[in-house]
């Protein structure tokens, strides 16, 4: 099992330079792990491509299409009092957006509070440093 941040999922819905990598490390093992809100995230990336039309609408639907299909397979992990005082402290340790501190509490509390246990899937560069500087094994494709 491995964490998914959503700059890793986004690729598997996606056509896009990193596609083959993520399906590959998704084929080593097709549990995913994700935060509750990835949905969310995933769907401002498709919706943002159609915008600047880098996707079309029909690519978009299908972008969505996929997304549904992952969601059936994948364990989400859910807000908590506990995530939200995880986020909050790595926000003051870790340049970070907020989405993205939420990315890895949710990777801490599904790690039981030990990363080294948890391999975290993720493309982006921030992201993923803070992740390591936690004790995750960043795969970045």
């Given at each position: ?116 246990t948890l391999e975290l899937v993720s493309l982006d ?17």
């Open positions: 099992m491995k964490f998914w941040d959503a700059s890793a999922v986004v690729p598997l819905l996606v056509d896009e330079e990193r596609r083959d990598a993520m399906l590959a490390l998704l084929e080593e093992d097709e549990v995913m792990l994700v935060w509750w809100a990835t949905p969310v995230e995933c769907t401002s990336a498709i919706a943002r491509r159609e915008r600047e039309s880098s996707l079309t609408a029909e690519e978009a639907a299908i972008s969505i299409d996929r997304l549904r299909y992952l969601k059936e397979g994948w364990q989400e992990v859910l807000p908590s009092t506990v995530l939200r005082g995880i986020a909050e402290r790595l926000l003051r340790v870790h340049p970070l957006r907020a989405a993205d501190s939420l990315q890895i509490a949710a990777a801490i509390v599904a790690a039981e509070r030990e990363p080294v560069d921030r992201l993923s440093d803070a992740a390591s500087r936690e004790g995750f094994r960043v795969l970045r494709g």
